[in-house]
Nanobody
Framework: QVQLVESGGGLVQAGGSLRLSCAAS????????MGWYRQAPGKLRELVAA???????NYADSVKGRFTISRDNAKNMVYLQMTSLKPEDTAVYYC???????????????WGQGTHVTVSS
Protein backbone atom coordinates (compact mmCIF):
# COMPACT_ATOMS: atom_id res chain seq x y z
CA GLN A 1 0.00 0.00 0.00
CA VAL A 2 0.92 3.67 -0.29
CA GLN A 3 1.30 5.97 2.69
CA LEU A 4 1.86 9.73 2.97
CA VAL A 5 3.24 11.11 6.23
CA GLU A 6 3.49 14.83 6.98
CA SER A 7 5.76 16.47 9.52
CA GLY A 8 6.96 19.91 10.52
CA GLY A 9 3.78 21.53 11.79
CA GLY A 10 3.65 23.47 15.03
CA LEU A 11 3.13 26.82 16.68
CA VAL A 12 4.87 29.89 15.30
CA GLN A 13 4.53 33.64 15.71
CA ALA A 14 3.31 35.87 12.92
CA GLY A 15 6.14 36.74 10.57
CA GLY A 16 7.96 33.51 11.32
CA SER A 17 8.84 30.57 9.11
CA LEU A 18 8.10 26.88 9.05
CA ARG A 19 8.92 24.01 6.70
CA LEU A 20 6.55 21.13 6.15
CA SER A 21 7.70 17.78 4.80
CA CYS A 22 5.78 14.90 3.28
CA ALA A 23 7.18 11.46 2.57
CA ALA A 24 5.45 9.03 0.23
CA SER A 25 6.26 5.37 0.69
CA UNK A 26 5.03 1.96 -0.33
CA UNK A 27 4.39 0.29 -3.67
CA UNK A 28 4.76 3.37 -5.87
CA UNK A 29 5.20 3.05 -9.61
CA UNK A 30 5.25 6.73 -10.57
CA UNK A 31 4.16 10.07 -9.11
CA UNK A 32 2.41 12.55 -11.39
CA UNK A 33 2.14 15.43 -8.94
CA MET A 34 2.26 16.26 -5.25
CA GLY A 35 0.74 19.14 -3.38
CA TRP A 36 -0.35 20.73 -0.16
CA TYR A 37 -3.91 21.55 0.88
CA ARG A 38 -5.17 23.18 4.04
CA GLN A 39 -8.42 23.38 5.94
CA ALA A 40 -9.37 25.73 8.75
CA PRO A 41 -12.45 25.28 10.99
CA GLY A 42 -15.61 26.31 9.15
CA LYS A 43 -13.82 26.58 5.82
CA LEU A 44 -13.46 24.37 2.77
CA ARG A 45 -10.26 22.53 2.05
CA GLU A 46 -8.22 24.58 -0.39
CA LEU A 47 -5.19 24.04 -2.56
CA VAL A 48 -2.10 25.78 -1.21
CA ALA A 49 0.54 24.66 -3.68
CA ALA A 50 1.20 21.86 -6.14
CA UNK A 51 4.16 20.61 -8.12
CA UNK A 52 4.50 18.11 -10.94
CA UNK A 53 7.34 15.70 -11.53
CA UNK A 54 8.48 18.13 -14.23
CA UNK A 55 8.67 20.97 -11.65
CA UNK A 56 5.67 22.97 -12.83
CA UNK A 57 4.15 24.75 -9.82
CA ASN A 58 0.87 26.34 -8.88
CA TYR A 59 0.09 28.47 -5.81
CA ALA A 60 -2.98 29.90 -4.18
CA ASP A 61 -3.10 33.68 -4.54
CA SER A 62 -3.03 34.08 -0.77
CA VAL A 63 0.40 32.46 -0.44
CA LYS A 64 2.20 33.62 -3.58
CA GLY A 65 5.51 35.21 -2.71
CA ARG A 66 5.51 33.71 0.77
CA PHE A 67 5.40 29.93 0.30
CA THR A 68 7.62 27.75 -1.86
CA ILE A 69 6.91 24.16 -2.82
CA SER A 70 9.70 21.79 -3.82
CA ARG A 71 10.20 18.08 -4.25
CA ASP A 72 12.83 15.37 -4.28
CA ASN A 73 11.78 12.77 -6.83
CA ALA A 74 14.46 10.30 -5.78
CA LYS A 75 13.13 10.28 -2.22
CA ASN A 76 9.43 10.65 -3.10
CA MET A 77 9.21 13.71 -0.88
CA VAL A 78 7.61 17.13 -1.17
CA TYR A 79 8.26 20.20 0.96
CA LEU A 80 6.49 23.45 1.71
CA GLN A 81 8.68 26.30 2.91
CA MET A 82 6.45 28.88 4.56
CA THR A 83 7.71 32.38 5.36
CA SER A 84 6.09 35.60 6.57
CA LEU A 85 3.37 33.53 8.20
CA LYS A 86 0.08 35.18 9.06
CA PRO A 87 -2.65 34.19 11.54
CA GLU A 88 -4.91 33.38 8.60
CA ASP A 89 -2.47 30.62 7.61
CA THR A 90 -3.59 28.67 10.67
CA ALA A 91 -5.03 25.37 9.48
CA VAL A 92 -4.48 21.66 9.18
CA TYR A 93 -2.17 21.08 6.24
CA TYR A 94 -2.59 17.92 4.17
CA CYS A 95 -0.17 16.34 1.76
CA UNK A 96 -1.58 14.97 -1.49
CA UNK A 97 -0.07 12.79 -4.19
CA UNK A 98 -1.50 11.75 -7.54
CA UNK A 99 0.28 8.55 -8.49
CA UNK A 100 0.21 5.06 -9.89
CA UNK A 101 0.86 2.20 -7.51
CA UNK A 102 2.35 -1.12 -8.53
CA UNK A 103 -1.00 -2.87 -8.13
CA UNK A 104 -3.32 -0.29 -9.73
CA UNK A 105 -2.58 1.06 -13.21
CA UNK A 106 -4.82 4.14 -13.06
CA UNK A 107 -3.90 7.45 -11.46
CA UNK A 108 -5.20 7.80 -7.92
CA UNK A 109 -5.10 10.43 -5.19
CA UNK A 110 -3.57 9.62 -1.81
CA TRP A 111 -3.77 11.81 1.29
CA GLY A 112 -1.79 12.18 4.46
CA GLN A 113 -3.34 12.52 7.90
CA GLY A 114 -2.52 16.21 8.19
CA THR A 115 -0.27 18.35 10.34
CA HIS A 116 -1.40 21.35 12.40
CA VAL A 117 0.01 24.81 11.78
CA THR A 118 -0.92 27.55 14.24
CA VAL A 119 0.23 31.14 13.71
CA SER A 120 -0.16 33.49 16.66
CA SER A 121 -0.41 37.27 16.37
Amino acid sequence: QVQLVESGGGLVQAGGSLRLSCAASGSIFSINAMGWYRQAPGKLRELVAAITSGDSTNYADSVKGRFTISRDNAKNMVYLQMTSLKPEDTAVYYCNANLKSLGFKRDFDYWGQGTHVTVSS
